[in-house]
């Protein structure tokens, strides 16, 4: 095929894997066995699966693998259910990437980061927080306040205990909306927690969630006395082309798939809330 | 400059025709639209707005990108664009003319979108002057000449004669191969052109205000409680945007086959309420915020990232079509600035 | 007629004041004489706006959807024709009819823009109404019509009265319709197959899949629409078989088939000028040949003959003959 913008090329999945009950992650190829193509962190790529629907998703494996790309997806709609019952070895179509993603190797470079995730909202984080661990020296401390609705809702939970964790300077924060049989961890919203922790405002922010959540942990933020401009944030909107042509996921004048998903919370509040 | 008397236009068409397709304005069960031209049709040049613009075109209303075979898991992509013949768009007006500009500006941006690229590249284009504008027209708001559009051909009907020039080199070179055209010797359109623009600027909507629709008011534009009553009678129908030469959202689907599956691109409208729909979330709701999107995006976010380039041409088929007459005339004399009254 | 329009803003200006109703639904000015909007007004400034006269042809009935279930009561101005949809609708528990102040209101029949313009007319400065003929006024030139020439193809054959309202405005008796409603539905049942398809085959190519029939069309009140319902297949777009839209229409017109007044705001709305409104047409003379003369939202409770069974029902066979 081409490598037009809106024509597609055939991935594999190779590997399906369930993260909590309503989301699994699958890691996709092309037919001979290669990426299918490079990416930034943040950046997102279409997936479909012809007559059923293509949808817009977020690349979560980090660009640093060199083998295959994967994609954490909730189960939601038309797409994703059908995604959510196929088999490895299912066929999907691919394009991509879109988007501007996180400014991994300017704005971020040499600061203090500060990662704030409310559940499946991980997924897209965890390209970057991935980068940052390849690029170690690149990033100063890591801080990751987690949450979900209860322990099995957290994404990529192995992943956090057995490498995150363990990484220098990296402090996780893992909290579940209620108590449960076996969580020992802390228990209560995002935002609270995230005062709580009272992290140091040195940090360059990134909050990804749903709606209700960035609300909130943002002001919470803004209490600790971070400025808007450290604080970053990836939108989600219907899409068709990916390339800022089919009209539909603008915020103002900015296009949620070029112009973003990424933006400055600085840079939102010059645009309607239409989002 | 070439010539031909209007009532040998007939002969005209089946000339281009014999050299390549041809599509003009046709008259077909009581509307104007364009039509591949045919012998005994009934090429309407009279009508200015045409109901559905020329956009159709480079941008139809529909049309096949690629084929799927699926077998099990697995999937094989075919292309399924069809080749661009050479075609002839035969009295386009200045405002569709100008609608190009807008269009080119969304498909030929980086990147390019080829299946529109394809067929822009394939098209000479003869445009033909406004000799009697009509009072919904506005595009002298837009800084439109409806007495002089360019295209590859220009066309203006001077005392019953059709006068031809060429614009550009594919223009000239297909008005050399038409032998029914003779030499225009000394007539000239200039006093025609004249009479046009005085014509023009006495419309009704001639000289609208558009001050305040610039990126720095984008908040208080956006903000102005006006919206609710400017789109309370809208019936969230998507008329106004395929009437329209400049509205270019598009969907893109998938069509079960008996073959395959076959996904093609169509024409789709903000008016729609499922147009911004996600699985759990549609940012815009209310009809309120799908009129305000329409508008805002013509009048300010596209001239915001486009030099300060309108999306709005002034053909005025809106103003002819909306079913409840609601229109953009109103919301520029509404939230345009002073003196629009 | 011009008087009426005075009456109406009276009666809103009246009802508003004393708290009797807490809007008014009716039409607004426009730009060029003839382009009325419908339009909800608030206060006596806000009516200033307000016109009712010969181009006050759009169907307020379907607004009251929305606007009988907010905070107060509306009072809404309804020509015949509009009463009809309005009773339709609270039939059909779409409106509540608790919440609506009606008023009736005289009309001779309204006027087309497009027959207008065909005559040369693009603004209209002034309309003097009568009966039978109407004055337009455009840039200083008058022009006078019978009003068989220029009246919008649902008000040439319309037989509609005025029904039960709270309050009626009327000065004239309605006049009596030249031409007959199913003249044309006869037309087409005389074609040959071939020839009604090619008649509808020219008709529906030019459909151009806006939606506006269906929005405007007061019995297509289903909260969401099959045709937008994106799981359903077959959503409303433009598709690359053009047999598609044939259907869409089919399927709308069996879908409103005993429920469809005759409003006709289908054709006057459709940008492409298909006549839409002889789909409806031919089903409300298939239903009067079936179960007996039947006018939908004549009152707001007797059921449809489509939904109504009796055992005294008649086999379509056994009228129009063929198979079962």
């Known amino acids: 095929m081409t490598n037009e913008a809106l024509f597609p090329v055939v991935g594999v999945i190779t590997d399906i894997r369930r993260d909590t009950p309503d989301v699994k992650?699958?890691?996709?190829?092309?037919?001979?066995?290669?990426?299918?193509?490079?990416?930034?962190?943040?950046?997102?790529?279409?997936?479909?699966?012809?007559?059923?629907?293509?949808?817009?998703?977020?690349?979560?494996?980090?660009?640093?693998?060199?083998?295959?790309?994967?994609?954490?997806?909730?189960?939601?709609?038309?797409?994703?259910?059908?995604?959510?019952?196929?088999?490895?070895?299912?066929?999907?179509?691919?394009?991509?990437?879109?988007?501007?993603?996180?400014?991994?190797?300017?704005?971020?470079?040499?600061?203090?980061?500060?990662?704030?995730?409310?559940?499946?909202?991980?997924?897209?984080?965890?390209?970057?927080?991935?980068?940052?661990?390849?690029?170690?020296?690149?990033?100063?401390?890591?801080?990751?306040?987690?949450?979900?609705?209860?322990?099995?809702?957290?994404?990529?939970?192995?992943?956090?205990?057995?490498?995150?964790?363990?990484?220098?300077?990296?402090?996780?924060?893992?909290?579940?909306?209620?108590?449960?049989?076996?969580?020992?961890?802390?228990?209560?919203?995002?935002?609270?927690?995230?005062?709580?922790?009272?992290?140091?405002?040195?940090?360059?922010?990134?909050?990804?969630?749903?709606?209700?959540?960035?609300?909130?942990?943002?002001?919470?933020?803004l209490e600790l006395g971070f400025e808007k401009t450290q604080v970053y944030t990836t939108l989600e909107f219907r899409m068709k082309c990916g390339i800022g042509k089919c009209g539909r996921c603008n915020v103002g004048n900015q296009y949620i798939c070029k112009d973003g998903p990424v933006f400055r919370m600085d840079q939102l509040e010059e645009l309607p809330s239409e989002y | 400059m070439k010539k031909i008397s209007c009532e040998n236009l007939s002969k005209l068409y089946s000339e281009i025709a014999s050299l390549q397709e041809l599509y003009l304005p046709v008259k077909e069960s009581g509307v104007t639209n364009y039509k591949k031209y045919e012998n005994g049709a009934e090429v309407d040049i009279k009508t200015l707005k045409t109901v559905k613009s020329a956009k159709d075109f480079f941008f139809p209303q529909t049309e096949d990108m690629m084929e799927f075979k699926v077998n099990g898991k697995n999937i094989e992509i075919n292309d399924a664009r069809k080749v661009a013949n050479p075609f002839v768009i035969f009295g386009v007006r200045a405002c569709d003319l100008k609608s190009f500009d807008i269009l080119d500006k969304v498909f030929l941006q980086e990147p390019v979108d080829t299946m529109y690229k394809a067929k822009r590249e394939a098209s000479t284009i003869i445009t033909l002057a406004c000799n009697n504008p009509e009072q919904t027209c506005f595009c002298k708001t837009f800084g439109i000449d409806a007495s002089n559009p360019a295209g590859d051909i220009s066309a203006i009907i001077v005392n019953g004669e059709m006068l031809f020039e060429a614009k550009t080199e594919k223009g000239a070179e297909l008005l050399n191969k038409l032998t029914c055209l003779e030499d225009a010797g000394d007539t000239d359109a200039d006093a025609e052109r004249a009479e046009i623009v005085k014509k023009s600027e006495n419309l009704p909507f001639a000289n609208l205000n558009l001050d305040e629709f610039k990126g720095e008011n984008l908040m208080k534009l956006f903000d102005r409680p006006e919206w609710a009553e400017l789109s309370k009678a809208c019936l969230g129908c998507g008329t106004c945007t395929f009437v329209c030469p400049t509205c270019q959202c598009f969907d893109i689907r998938d069509f079960i086959t008996n073959e395959g599956v076959r996904r093609f691109r169509c024409w789709d409208s903000c008016m729609y309420s499922e147009f911004t729909k996600m699985a759990a979330e549609n940012p815009r709701k209310t009809q309120l915020q799908r009129y305000r999107q329409r508008f805002m995006h013509k009048l300010v976010y596209f001239p915001q990232n486009n030099d300060g380039v309108y999306g709005c041409v002034g053909c005025g088929r809106c103003v002819q079509k909306c079913p409840q007459n609601l229109n953009i005339i109103k919301v520029i004399k509404k939230l345009g600035g002073k003196n629009n009254d | 007629?011009?008087?009426?329009?005075?009456?109406?803003?009276?009666?809103?200006?009246?009802?508003?004041?004393?708290?009797?109703?807490?809007?008014?639904?009716?039409?607004?000015?426009?730009?060029?004489?003839?382009?009325?909007?419908?339009?909800?007004?608030?206060?006596?400034?806000?009516?200033?706006?307000?016109?009712?006269?010969?181009?006050?042809?759009?169907?307020?009935?379907?607004?009251?959807?929305?606007?009988?279930?907010?905070?107060?009561?509306?009072?809404?101005?309804?020509?015949?024709?509009?009463?009809?949809?309005?009773?339709?609708?609270?039939?059909?528990?779409?409106?509540?009819?608790?919440?609506?102040?009606?008023?009736?209101?005289?009309?001779?029949?309204?006027?087309?823009?497009?027959?207008?313009?065909?005559?040369?007319?693009?603004?209209?400065?002034?309309?003097?109404?009568?009966?039978?003929?109407?004055?337009?006024?455009?840039?200083?030139?008058?022009?006078?019509?019978?009003?068989?020439?220029?009246?919008?193809?649902?008000?040439?054959?319309?037989?509609?009265?005025?029904?039960?309202?709270?309050?009626?405005?009327?000065?004239?008796?309605?006049?009596?319709?030249?031409?007959?409603?199913?003249?044309?539905?006869?037309?087409?049942?005389?074609?040959?197959?071939?020839?009604?398809?090619?008649?509808?085959?020219?008709?529906?190519?030019?459909?151009?899949?806006?939606?506006?029939?269906?929005?405007?069309?007061?019995?297509?009140?289903?909260?969401?629409?099959?045709?937008?319902?994106?799981?359903?297949?077959?959503?409303?777009?433009?598709?690359?078989?053009?047999?598609?839209?044939?259907?869409?229409?089919?399927?709308?017109?069996?879908?409103?088939?005993?429920?469809?007044?005759?409003?006709?705001?289908?054709?006057?709305?459709?940008?492409?000028?298909?006549?839409?409104?002889?789909?409806?047409?031919?089903?409300?003379?298939?239903?009067?040949?079936?179960?007996?003369?039947?006018?939908?939202?004549?009152?707001?409770?007797?059921?449809?003959?489509?939904?109504?069974y009796t055992t005294g029902d008649a086999e379509p066979s056994e009228v129009f003959g063929g198979n079962k």
């Open chain 3, 1 to 308: 007629m011009q008087k009426l329009n005075e009456l109406a803003l009276e009666k809103a200006k009246t009802l508003l004041a004393n708290g009797t109703v807490a809007r008014v639904l009716g039409w607004k000015k426009g730009e060029l004489g003839y382009d009325l909007e419908p339009a909800v007004f608030y206060s006596e400034s806000d009516l200033e706006g307000f016109i009712y006269n010969a181009f006050s042809g759009a169907n307020l009935s379907k607004y009251l959807i929305e606007e009988s279930k907010k905070e107060g009561k509306v009072l809404v101005f309804l020509k015949p024709c509009d009463s009809y949809s309005f009773n339709q609708l609270v039939k059909e528990h779409r409106i509540v009819k608790e919440n609506v102040y009606t008023v009736g209101i005289e009309c001779q029949g309204k006027l087309d823009v497009k027959k207008l313009k065909e005559k040369g007319i693009e603004i209209v400065d002034g309309v003097i109404e009568n009966v039978d003929d109407v004055t337009v006024i455009s840039l200083g030139k008058e022009y006078n019509f019978v009003k068989e020439e220029v009246l919008l193809g649902k008000c040439s054959v319309c037989e509609k009265h005025l029904l039960s309202y709270d309050e009626v405005i009327s000065l004239h008796d309605k006049r009596t319709p030249k031409l007959d409603r199913f003249e044309i539905v006869k037309k087409l049942e005389a074609m040959t197959a071939d020839e009604r398809y090619a008649f509808w085959k020219g008709e529906l190519s030019k459909c151009i899949r806006c939606n506006a029939c269906r929005n405007v069309c007061p019995a297509c009140n289903c909260l969401k629409c099959v045709f937008d319902n994106d799981a359903s297949g077959i959503a409303s777009k433009a598709n690359s078989d053009s047999f598609e839209e044939k259907l869409f229409h089919i399927i709308r017109a069996f879908h409103v088939a005993g429920r469809c007044t005759d409003c006709g705001e289908c054709s006057r709305v459709c940008p492409q000028a298909i006549p839409l409104h002889l789909l409806n047409r031919k089903f409300i003379s298939d239903i009067n040949r079936l179960y007996g003369e039947f006018q939908a939202g004549e009152d707001d409770v007797t059921k449809g003959p489509l939904t109504a």
């Open chain 1, 25 to 221: 992650t699958f890691r996709v190829v092309t037919p001979d066995g290669k990426k299918a193509f490079e990416h930034m962190p943040g950046q997102c790529a279409m997936l479909s699966i012809p007559g059923v629907g293509e949808a817009m998703f977020s690349i979560t494996s980090s660009p640093t693998n060199t083998e295959f790309m994967e994609f954490s997806i909730k189960k939601c709609g038309c797409l994703t259910s059908w995604l959510h019952a196929c088999e490895v070895g299912q066929m999907v179509t691919i394009r991509g990437p879109y988007g501007n993603g996180f400014p991994v190797e300017t704005a971020f470079k040499g600061k203090n980061m500060l990662f704030i995730a409310g559940g499946i909202g991980l997924a897209p984080l965890r390209s970057v927080i991935n980068y940052v661990r390849a690029h170690r020296a690149d990033y100063g401390t890591v801080d990751i306040v987690y949450g979900s609705r209860s322990m099995d809702d957290l994404v990529d939970f192995k992943e956090i205990q057995e490498e995150w964790k363990n990484e220098k300077d990296f402090n996780v924060y893992l909290t579940i909306d209620r108590p449960q049989d076996g969580w020992d961890g802390h228990v209560g919203f995002v935002p609270a927690y995230v005062k709580e922790v009272n992290i140091p405002t040195d940090r360059t922010a990134i909050l990804c969630g749903p709606p209700i959540m960035i609300k909130f942990t943002l002001q919470a933020l």
